[in-house]
């Protein structure tokens, strides 16, 4: 692979916290197929990876995701053969939009610059996005001639109305970091001096939390996206008896009765 052309996602460990970083800047972080394959291998080993507690995401440079790169996914000169994109796109930009969303773990975005496309999809389908002043969301794909695509469809609808995401949707409006955090898009905006630090603060606050159960509620709060009222308050029964076997779970308890702050081990 030519890492300078295609870039490369890393991984770092820090302390219980998963570094994930999409780094391409010359290409403002847009996704070559080498990348979404790596994507997708961090974020499907850290499902399974009792010691983490929360993973936080970012572009490399001054720019969070521009998206897939589409053409450093296709080979040059030979055409895809029919029905190459339902193949390909459950496995690739799919997938990391589905792991971001469904990981039993708190996921943090900090996004400087452009997010487009899956970048502002990855940035949406975190728990929690913080970016800076200079940030714009956007959604081109009608302007790019095709249908949206990699979950825009289900998650802007969900986060800011039928009506705002019609207007990045189809109308492909970009929308500023404030107007996202006014509009329920993001988590905040703070200006770009202050990204790093209020994003450590966030996480800092995630990786001290019962692990478990921050990670169950996850679930029951996508889970009730598409379920009754009654369906939902069962959900969240099983996922209280499960909490309440943690270890986390007896801590909180001791910590109400002894009047101090919980110390969560995330077991």
């Known amino acids: 692979m030519n890492e300078a052309a295609d870039g490369v996602v890393s991984t770092e460990r820090d302390g219980a916290i998963l570094r994930i970083t999409l780094d391409r800047p010359a290409r403002r972080n847009s996704l070559s197929r080498p990348m979404i394959d790596a994507f997708v291998a961090a974020l499907t080993a850290a499902a399974t990876d ?56 708190p996921v943090v975005c900090s996004v400087r610059g452009w997010a487009v496309g899956l970048g502002c999809n990855l ?54 970091a404030h107007q996202a955090a006014e509009w329920g898009l993001i988590h905040r905006a703070v200006a ?4 790093d ?42 996922n209280v008896e499960l909490s309440s076997r943690t270890t986390d779970f007896k801590e909180g308890l001791a910590a109400f009765r002894d009047k101090r702050q919980p110390d969560f081990q995330g077991r």
Not at 51 to 71: K, N, T
Not at 141 to 161: A, E, H, K, Q
Not at 192 to 195: D, G, N, V
Not at 214 to 219: E, M, V
């Open 197 to 238: 630090a209020v994003s450590e603060q966030l996480l800092s606050r995630l990786v001290s939390g019962p692990t478990v159960a921050i990670g169950l509620a996850k679930q029951a709060i996508a889970y009730g996206q598409h379920a009754t009222l009654t369906q939902s308050m069962n959900q969240e029964l099983f």
């Open 192 to 195: 770009a001096s202050e990204l």
């Open 50 to 105: 009792d010691s983490l507690r929360a993973i936080h995401i970012r572009g490399a440079g001054d720019d969070f995701c521009s998206g897939m790169d589409w053409v450093a996914t296709n080979s040059a000169g030979q055409r895809p053969r029919t029905g190459d994109l339902v193949r390909r796109i459950p496995l690739t930009s799919n997938r990391v939009v589905e792991l971001i969303h469904t990981i039993a773990l």
């Open 123 to 176: 940035a949406l389908a975190a728990d929690f996005t913080v970016a800076a002043d200079d940030a714009v969301f956007w959604e081109p794909f009608i302007g790019r001639g095709f249908s949206p695509d990699s979950g825009s469809t289900w998650l802007l609808p969900r986060l800011v109305g039928l009506s705002r995401a019609k207007q990045m949707l189809l109308l492909g409006e970009k929308v500023d």
